[in-house]
């Protein structure tokens, strides 16, 4: 039964992101790159958050939460803040512009050569964390909740193999011969089935808990353990508490404002109305997140006796301990579209930046627009096997996944953000002065990160949290591009031009639901803080 109804669900998701693309001209490059520039704003917030949820974040949030409680929580609710930042003040001047990509934008406002080294970190980006990562947690939770070791009568890291490879191959299939429309529907349809059944882990969790009660078992949960849901993390914990003002402000606003994966449904909106209805209404939902993402961490530490010895395998543990067998089908197949929305939309979003900022700009000048998609999906087949090679080595990376990727994300996250933000406020800062920034920002943060920090660790010296060093290197990146541009300033300044490629008349309803969403975040907080 199990089978058959993870089968019907994942080829009912199919079904229906083919018979919605058939008209979408996938020949060209709006087309295929922004789904002819047709999306709505549910389908941008169901493609919004179906992106970002998937099994490193599920199984490695919730391995946080296991060790760490409450304070993981700021990576799911800090980023509807970042979502109102980017409604409001980045998507207009991105649609404005007409782009497809981040680097477009940059190449407006600088320069080519900063489009060039902008597209390289994103592409570097994915290929060796996002792409891999999402595929190594994906194979691993899935092999740790259905057994397939077992099944495939393989050890762990063999069976690991197996499954990375199916998720690439499916996945891959989506996004290169599908293009964004057939990623955005698939993922709008996999986001409703991942509320449902992500949901229900922490329903039967705290039923569990509470003999069939969910209520009885939060409050037993609550008062058995109540260090767990103290919201303001401390010096050692993975989020303290004033990191949400540095690094913590630096990776939600990239990530739901900068980075091409995520923001390139919003781009495909078919005015900026659309664009921005879709951020709102992921932002609102993103404040649930946490039920998903954080209790379930929580729950399992109180069913196991806090008795894991690997946090990253809490979630597993605790879905096949708790979710009775006739659901295990359909959870297996939400899970899958969940693993397959984040590594085919890192996927397609690679494609676009190969097929519009290298290939058309630097192999093939003269390129149509059946040659620059080619050439995209070519580069996408390489990428994807290159991932699908280099995923199973992730077994058993030291620290957790999640915190992994964090980590290594903020190599490309801080320069990128701090070159747009100016970009979009100064009119007088330099290509030269952001190429500067970003060289300066990529050495300091890896040389810190993987070299200084050893050492301070075997010395025993002080080494500020990974997040606090981000929101040092990013105030730095800013002082080099005002300190650069002021040295030799451009001739003009720069003004953006509207190519009128879509509306953008703002969404009446804008302000109010914006701050609506922001009062909630803050809201929270205070309620949490012990």
């Known amino acids: 039964m199990g089978i058959i109804s993870f089968v019907g669900f994942t080829l009912l998701v199919a079904i229906i992101a083919y018979l919605s693309t058939r008209k979408t001209n996938e020949k060209s490059s709006d087309g295929y790159f922004l789904g002819g520039r047709s999306l709505t704003g549910p389908v941008i917030a169901g493609s919004l958050l179906l992106t970002n949820l ?13 060790a760490d409680g409450l304070p993981i929580i700021a990576y799911e609710v800090l980023a509807a803040i970042a979502m109102v930042f980017t409604a409001f003040i980045l998507l207009p001047k991105y649609l404005k512009g007409g782009i497809a990509t981040i680097p477009q934008f940059l190449e407006n406002r600088y320069n080519k050569s900063t489009k060039t080294i902008v597209s390289l970190l994103f592409l570097l980006g994915y290929a060796i964390s996002m792409l891999p990562t999402v595929l190594y947690s994906g194979a691993l939770a899935i092999n740790t909740m ?58 039967f969790g705290l039923m569990y808990i509470g003999d069939g009660n969910v209520f009885t078992g939060l409050n037993t949960l609550t008062t058995e353990l109540p260090e767990k849901f103290d919201i303001i993390g401390g010096p050692e914990s993975s989020v303290p508490f004033w990191t949400l003002f540095t690094g913590m402000i630096i990776v939600n606003f990239y990530y739901w404002g900068t980075n091409q994966a995520i923001i390139q449904r919003a781009l495909g909106a078919k005015n900026l109305k659309e664009g921005q209805k879709g951020l709102l209404i992921a932002a609102f939902l993103k404040i649930l997140g946490p039920i998903i993402v954080v209790l379930p961490g929580i729950i399992a530490f109180y069913i196991f006796n806090g008795d894991i010895a690997n946090a990253d ?67 996408g087949i390489l990428l994807a096997l290159f991932s699908m090679a280099i995923a199973p080595l992730l077994y058993g990376v030291q620290g957790g996944i999640f915190t992994y990727l964090q980590e290594l994300n903020g190599t490309h ?78 001739e003009t300044d720069y003004v953006q031009e509207y190519t009128k490629q879509v509306d953008i008349t703002n969404w009446k309803y804008l302000k109010p639901v914006g701050f609506i969403v922001c009062g909630l975040v803050v809201a929270l907080y205070i309620y949490f803080a012990n």
Request: glycine share 8%.
């Open 54 to 66: 998937s099994t490193e974040q599920i199984v490695g949030m919730n391995g946080v939460s296991f």
């Open 146 to 203: 259905f057994d397939i070791p077992e099944a495939l009568g393989m050890g762990p890291e063999q069976a690991l193999w197996v499954t990375v490879w199916a998720i690439g191959i499916i996945g891959s299939v989506y996004a290169i011969f599908g293009g964004l429309k057939a990623v955005a529907v698939s993922d709008s349809i996999n986001a409703v089935g991942l509320i449902v059944g992500g949901s229900l882990i922490p329903i």
């Open 313 to 379: 395998e809490a979630y597993p543990m605790l879905v096949k301990k708790v979710l009775p067998a006739a659901f295990i089908g359909f959870f297996a197949a939400v899970l899958f579209g969940a693993i397959l929305s984040s590594f085919n939309s890192a996927l397609n979003s690679s494609v676009t930046l190969f097929g519009l900022d290298f290939y058309k700009q630097y192999i093939n000048k003269d390129a149509s627009e059946v040659k620059i998609v080619k050439a995209g999906k070519i580069f």
């Open 413 to 490: 996250s801080v320069p990128i953000l701090a070159i747009i933000i100016v970009g979009v406020f100064s009119k007088k800062v330099t290509a030269k002065g952001a190429n500067l920034a970003i060289l300066f920002s990529v050495v300091t943060y890896l040389i810190a990160l993987f070299v200084v920090r050893p050492i301070s660790i075997e010395n025993g010296t002080f080494f500020p949290h990974f997040l606090h060093l981000m929101g040092m290197i990013f105030v730095l990146a800013l002082v080099i591009m005002f300190a650069v541009s002021a040295i030799k300033p451009r």
